[in-house]
């Protein structure tokens, strides 16, 4: 893939005035990775082009930051610095494919900037509070003293006109009677819904 391919991958056009390789009179169109492929040995690009090297990151950074959703082919021609710029501040950006290739990139600054802000963007998610927990708990309990009291031919009713605590009735299913002494484990899980039901009722008031 050419340097120009690889560039306007990422929808990013960069010209250079003159040749990377010295020459004169002559506009190249590069990415960041096609420059630093041009000086693979460490500490051989002239600082005019290092420079450069820092603007093109930062081109290309801005241009992603305008889509939507960055996905893989936005990251190819990106150097590792640009992509390591992604990471940092464009990770929520990324789809799942992105995040994943920049999580498994190939230099380690990379790798461990996606993991730093995967982990910080965990950490900043909604979890579910303790109250909210406990009252989900009391109602799944209710629903099943419910199917118990069920099974046993009962269920249980509102009194709107009773006091506070003693709003409940056992009533039987199968004469719609209230049930004045119920067994001993019956009574329980009678009270138990009651119970449930007074805290359920106060959480909300």
Request: aromatic share 4%.
């Amino acid at each position: 893939m050419s340097s120009e391919t690889n560039i306007r991958a990422s929808g990013v056009a960069i010209v250079i005035a003159g040749s990377v390789d010295g020459g004169l009179n002559s506009d190249v169109v590069l990415s960041s990775q096609a420059l630093r492929d041009r000086y693979p040995r460490k500490g051989s690009m002239p600082a005019q082009f290092v420079e450069k090297l820092y603007e093109l990151r930062e081109m290309e950074v801005r241009h992603l930051a305008l889509l939507p959703e960055i996905s893989p082919a936005h990251l190819h021609g990106l150097d590792w610095g640009a992509r390591a710029l992604v990471a940092d501040l464009l990770f929520t950006r990324c789809n799942a494919d992105a995040q994943r290739a920049l999580s498994d990139d190939s230099h380690h600054f990379v790798r461990s900037t996606a993991a730093l802000v995967a982990r910080r963007a965990a950490d900043a998610a909604p979890h579910p509070s303790k109250a909210t927990a406990s009252r989900v708990d009391a109602i799944d309990r209710r629903e099943a003293i419910a199917q118990e009291l069920a099974a046993a031919g009962c269920r249980m009713e509102y009194d709107p006109g009773a006091m506070p605590g003693e709003g409940h009735l056992l009533i039987r299913v199968a004469d719609g009677e209230m049930v004045d002494e119920p067994d001993d484990p019956i009574a329980q899980l009678a009270k138990e819904w009651s119970d449930l039901t007074d805290a359920a009722e106060s959480d909300e008031t």
